[in-house]
């Protein structure tokens, strides 16, 4: 069986950040790392939960919204994956990144999708968390 490219990575070496993982075709996957691997340290699931609705709600609302193709999390509970059109330069993800992680800092109000008709864990979903865990980032 075919390992995964993703497996490929060294893990040990990764640091918190953000980096191109990879290209495939007209889509580069950027790796958003809030944890470093493999230290004990990671996102609790409300943290990454929340993250996900305010960030995904956020960039799909930004100017490359429409070039935008995924946001979600690791399963290792370490960062997120992003992953956008090759028509959108390196520098412009960062940009809109950085907003977007300052708009969620500063959001007062209710989490985006958080209802029962919205989402399969709402209950599940805490700002505060998000705020704490993209603020540093």
Sequence with gaps: MNTIKSFLVDHRIL??????????????????????PNTGVLLDNASIHTTEHMLATFLRNSEISDEVVYFGPMGCQTGFY???????SAKKVL??????????????????GASEKECGNYRNLDLNLAKKVC???
């Design 15 to 36: 640091k918190e950040g953000i980096y191109i993982s990879r290209i495939d075709g007209d889509c580069v996957t950027y790796d958003l790392r809030f944890c470093r």
């Design 82 to 88: 992003l992953i956008v059109r090759d028509s959108v």
């Design 95 to 112: 940009d809109i990144l950085k907003q977007c992680l300052v708009m969620v800092v500063e959001y007062e109000g209710g989490v985006f």
């Design 135 to 137: 603020a540093p980032y």
